[in-house]
């Protein structure tokens, strides 16, 4: 399989802080990734590097069949429109209604005049399609909803359906399952695993919640204060490697307190 | 605990010279309690006049002049405050499309993401020159905006309007760019991740978001525009403020009273509306407006 991802020594700083070091990997196309690792890891840099929302200090980056230095403007806005993107507050605008927000996903490549026209008269196709996403993800009838209206979990999937109609080539979500209690992360994130399965992208979620990372995913990339200390199969992941990603130092401690 | 002891001490400072400061600039300005009571007998009884006047309003006019044919001063009185409406409502409609744009100048929610060194300099020099244009314009009272544009254009309702939309767009602008950069960052960053471009972000993702918003502090500013409107009427542009000067020129109290007591329905009336429309556009928006 070619390569969705591939990081070679890349390295993000904000000011001193290296919130990502000398990081390398390959995912393939196709595959599914749990990015796991305590707060402030690293995970979301890492994820906003992937869909070249950051630029990287150091390294190399290469998203399907673009290297993200020699883009332009234009090409990287070309290149996001086929990665679906899920940040981790969701990012909906909570004053539209679940087909609004959804409509929005293909934004990217339909323009704005478009846009602006999918908002106040979506196209009966596009309803249809919408209705079929919702009906997939669970909400089908929150299709007129005001996203403002709708509870943390049933956000979450008009979130991912939003990304499901943009027909996209790799799925980034960070903590898609922060905010909500731990049945429905639990079915959050299998939901998207059937559905890169269904669909056949490439899926890369960040998680907290090692279990459910271990549950779910084949391969686990884990991170501490921005390097990579594990890349494998769950059942590769032994005690020593979970006390190397989780186990406060002193240090670490005192900062938390 | 010895931290806060400081920060109340703090506090006490600032209180302390506050008063100090107060006590200066009114023994600067000459101010003396006695300031309140009127120097002499004519001055005594003109207060009086007025204050009295104000359980009398009159239903017809003082003035003897007036012909017969005239409007009944009551309907001059509510003819006038529709012209005031009108008047702050032609303001605003100028002043609200401006504000937009200078509100889109002077934030950055919208700005491309990675953003490269010139055009960071390029977007950030826009930024700072609609800042600063805000804050110029809105800094000259509306007063002074008049008085300059009325005698550079006469005396039009037009030129009381620009006079007034100026300092209008200056804060309205300025709050708006506030909401924009303040509310919209979340939903702004999703959709430029997903390629929507800088204009687009905007249209399709901060406008929405931030509406209720708009709407309502643009709601209320209109509140400000109708009071500012009748003051307008005193540097003679045709608003109830003018019938209030002029009949108080006169000293026909009991005149100024009608169209003052209307004055006060007028707003009361738009008050009410107003946090009627707010009311509902905090709840239909599921609690996330301010
Ligand atoms: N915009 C920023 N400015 C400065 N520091 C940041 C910024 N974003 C993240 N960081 C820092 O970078 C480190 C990694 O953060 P992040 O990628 O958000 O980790 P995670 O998502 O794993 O919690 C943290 O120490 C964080 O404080
Ligand atoms: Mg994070």
Redesign the interface.
């Known amino acids: 399989m070619p390569s969705a991802f591939r990081l070679d020594n890349v390295t993000r700083r904000y000011g001193s802080l290296r919130a990502v070091e000398e990081v390398s990997f390959e995912i393939k196309r196709g595959e599914q990734v749990a990015l796991i690792g305590p707060s402030g890891s690293g995970k979301t840099t890492l994820i906003?590097l992937l869909?070249?929302?950051?630029?990287p200090d150091e390294g190399a980056i290469r998203v399907f069949d673009s290297d993200l230095d020699t883009c332009d403007?234009g090409e990287l806005?070309?290149?996001?429109?086929t990665?679906?993107?899920i940040?981790q507050?969701?990012?909906?605008?909570?004053?539209?209604t679940s087909i609004?927000n959804v409509i929005?996903?293909q934004?990217?490549?339909r323009?704005?005049l478009r846009?602006?026209r999918d908002?106040l008269f979506p196209s009966r196709a596009d309803a249809l399609e919408i209705h079929t996403i919702l009906d997939r993800v669970g909400i089908e009838e929150k299709l007129y909803t005001?996203v403002?209206?709708l509870s943390g979990g049933q956000q979450q999937r008009v979130a991912i359906a939003?990304a499901l109609f943009?027909h996209p080539a790799a799925l980034l979500a960070d903590e898609p399952v922060s905010s909500v209690d731990p049945a429905r992360a639990r079915d959050t994130v299998k939901l998207l695993g059937e559905l890169s399965a269904e669909h056949g992208f490439t899926l890369c979620v960040s998680l907290h919640d090692l279990a459910l990372a271990r549950e779910f995913f084949p391969r686990l990339i884990g991170m501490r204060k921005g390097r990579i200390v594990f890349d494998g199969a769950p059942d590769e992941l032994g005690e020593e490697d979970q006390r190397a990603l989780y186990d406060l130092s002193d240090e670490e401690m005192m900062a938390d307190a | 605990m010895k931290a806060d002891t400081g920060k109340y001490g703090l506090k006490r400072w600032v209180g302390a010279g506050l008063i100090v400061a107060f006590v200066l600039c009114a023994r600067a300005l000459g101010l003396t309690p006695g300031g309140l009571i009127p120097p002499d007998a004519g001055h005594w009884e003109r207060t009086g006049a007025f204050f009295a006047a104000a359980l009398d309003p009159a239903f017809d006019y003082e003035d003897e002049n007036v012909p017969d044919e005239a409007d009944p001063i009551w309907w001059k009185g509510i003819k006038g405050v529709f012209l005031t409406l009108k008047f702050a409502f032609g303001a605003m409609s100028l002043a609200v499309p401006t504000a937009l744009v200078l509100g889109f100048l002077g934030s950055s929610a919208w700005w491309?993401?990675?953003c490269g060194r010139r055009a960071r300099a390029l977007l950030r020099s826009v930024y700072l020159v609609s800042r600063l244009f805000m804050s110029v314009i809105r800094s000259i009272h509306e007063l002074i905006w008049a008085l300059l544009f009325l005698s550079a254009m006469g005396v039009s309702p037009l030129a009381g309007m620009i006079a007034l939309a100026l300092p209008f767009s200056g804060t309205l602008g300025k709050v708006f760019s506030e909401i924009i950069d303040e509310e919209a960052r979340?939903?702004s960053?999703?959709?430029?991740?997903?390629?929507?471009?800088p204009?687009?972000t905007f249209?399709?993702?901060i406008l929405?978001?931030a509406?209720?918003n708009l709407v309502s502090y643009s709601f209320y500013r209109f509140e400000c525009a109708l009071r500012s409107s009748a003051v307008l009427g005193f540097v003679g542009i045709e608003t109830i403020g003018l019938y209030i000067e002029l009949s108080h020129e006169e000293f026909y109290y009991r005149e100024v009273w009608t169209y003052l007591y209307l004055v006060i329905a007028m707003i009361v009336v738009v008050d009410l509306w107003g946090a009627a429309i707010r009311r509902r556009l905090h709840t239909?928006?599921?609690?996330?407006a301010i």
């Open positions: 906003r869909n070249a929302m950051l630029s403007a806005r070309r290149l996001r429109t990665l679906a993107t940040p507050h969701l990012g909906l605008v909570p004053t539209l609004q929005l996903g934004g990217g490549s323009g704005t846009s602006l908002l005001r403002a209206r939003r943009q | 491309p993401e990675p979340d939903a960053q999703a959709l430029k991740a997903i390629g929507h471009g204009v687009q249209l399709v993702g929405p978001r509406m209720p239909s928006t599921g609690g996330c």
